[in-house]
């Protein structure tokens, strides 16, 4: 089923692909119960398999392309990108992922509290990582871009 899941989301440029995806790797976490029937995060269901790891930031990212076009979507992948967090150590690929994730569904939500969360986020980030993850694992140029947008937008803070 990730195989699936995956195909579909590295081939798709569209809405009703990301959907198809987001469908497809819902399936998965709900199989193995990462989310309960409320919704809410089970982080048991990560640590008794961690190969979902992987798959539920996956999800993270489908939510964020879905958020283009109904920006609900990116409180649905804050959300997951912060489930993601708060089970990954500081500092590792995960966490990486998920903290760039979150910030960047911020930037993308767009309203000025979003921004200043993400302003914060990412100072937050840099006062313990000066220079991010120093490209360990492919995220330093996404979290200076991401900077030099909110920069942008929001003034440097």
Same mark, same amino acid.
């Given at each position: 089923?990730?195989?699936?899941?995956?195909?579909?989301?590295?081939?798709?440029?569209?809405? =009703?692909?990301?959907?198809?995806?987001?469908?497809?790797?819902d399936? $998965?976490?709900?199989?193995?119960?990462?989310?309960?029937?409320?919704?809410?995060?089970?982080?048991?269901?990560?640590? /008794?398999h961690?190969?979902?790891?992987?798959?539920?930031? =996956?999800?993270?990212?489908?939510?964020?392309?879905?958020?283009?076009?109904n920006?609900?979507?990116?409180?649905?992948?804050?959300?997951?990108?912060?489930?993601?967090?708060?089970?990954?150590?500081?500092?590792?690929?995960?966490?990486w992922?998920?903290?760039?994730?979150a910030?960047?569904a911020?930037?993308?939500?767009?309203?000025?509290?979003?921004?200043?969360?993400?302003?914060?986020?990412?100072?937050? $980030?840099?006062?313990?990582?000066?220079?991010?993850? /120093?490209?360990?694992?492919?995220?330093?140029?996404?979290?200076?871009?991401?900077?030099?947008?909110?920069?942008?937008?929001?003034?440097?803070?």
């Amino acid at each position: 089923a990730g195989q699936r899941a995956r195909s579909i989301s590295f081939i798709t440029d569209t809405a =009703e692909g990301w959907g198809r995806a987001k469908n497809a790797y819902d399936e $998965i976490i709900k199989e193995y119960g990462v989310v309960d029937a409320k919704g809410l995060f089970v982080s048991k269901a990560l640590s /008794d398999h961690p190969f979902l790891l992987t798959l539920y930031i =996956e999800l993270g990212y489908a939510y964020s392309e879905l958020g283009r076009t109904n920006k609900i979507h990116y409180d649905n992948a804050i959300t997951t990108f912060t489930n993601i967090t708060s089970v990954s150590a500081g500092g590792s690929e995960p966490w990486w992922h998920s903290r760039f994730g979150a910030l960047q569904a911020y930037f993308y939500r767009g309203k000025e509290r979003d921004i200043m969360t993400a302003q914060i986020g990412i100072k937050m $980030i840099q006062d313990n990582y000066p220079t991010f993850d /120093d490209n360990k694992y492919g995220m330093k140029e996404k979290f200076e871009e991401l900077k030099r947008k909110l920069d942008m937008v929001g003034g440097s803070k």
